[in-house]
Nanobody
Framework: QVQLVESGGGLVQAGGSLRLSCAASGCTFNTYTMGWFRQAPGKERDFVAV???????RYSDSVKGRFTITRDNAKNTMYLQMNSLRPEDATNYYC???????????????WGEGTQVTVSS
């Protein structure tokens, strides 16, 4: 059973930065595709970034150039460095893991409980 725990959310001013972390257990981390999604209450869970097991990285257009996804396979941890944050980035962020590469939320069966990001203007 894959276990995922996010951390690093909080309150930041517009233009500021946060780094989210996702600690994984119960899987051979380096063989998994790892991703970040975000979801506001009552809204769909939207793709943010993904890092494949072969380190193929892709970002949503809305965060490209501002967010950076990285992973440390030795620590079984994935990160999302978020710079130049905007009020529209404020929502709940979730990490996820899958054996197959995908940017679709329904392609993932393993999720953390989420961490909240608040951006003040």
């Amino acid at each position: 059973q894959v276990q995922l725990v996010e951390s690093g959310g909080g309150l930041v001013q517009a233009g500021g930065s946060l780094r989210l972390s996702c600690a994984a257990s119960g899987c051979t981390f380096n063989t998994y595709t790892m991703g970040w999604f975000r979801q506001a209450p009552g809204k769909e869970r939207d793709f943010v970034a993904v890092s494949g097991s072969g380190m193929h990285i892709r970002y949503s257009d809305s965060v490209k150039g501002r967010f950076t996804i990285t992973r440390d396979n030795a620590k079984n941890t994935m990160y999302l460095q978020m710079n130049s944050l905007r009020p529209e980035d404020a929502t709940n962020y979730y990490c996820t893991a899958a054996k197959a590469y995908t940017i679709v939320a329904t392609g993932y069966g393993n999720w953390g409980e989420g961490t909240q990001v608040t951006v003040s203007s």
